[in-house]
């Protein structure tokens, strides 16, 4: 997979966020379609002890503006467990529709979990005034 990270423009974009005392707290990946105009936000993670302070938001936020500033980029989408109602309520805040649900598309240990997929097209983007973390 490293390979992919090469080219130029590269398939593979990877955030790692800090807090303010240089705590890692959240990871998030954007994997690039340049053929079909199409990036995708995948391993959107917060550690525990920082969800409810606004790095998803942020992160996802800093996300899409790197997904739409390559003019080849229509389209930015995800997937999100369908029981996970925090984080579609936060992607939905951020502009994201929800276009449906994958049933028992995952398998985890012995259980079989749905994915409610949702996107953003560029022309919905609205930049965000959010301030960058540093």
Partial sequence: MLIKTRVIPTDYFCWMVEDNAGELCGH????S????????????????????????TRMVNMVL???????????VELNVYAWNEIAIKTYSRIGFIGEGVRRSSVKVGDERWDTAIMSMLRDEWITPSVSVIK
């Fill in 28 to 31: 998030c990946q954007l994997v």
């Fill in 33 to 56: 379609d340049w053929r079909n105009g199409v990036a995708k936000i995948c391993r959107v993670v917060i550690a525990p002890e920082h969800r409810g302070h606004g790095f998803a």
């Fill in 65 to 75: 503006e790197k997904a739409f500033s390559y003019a080849e980029i229509e389209r």
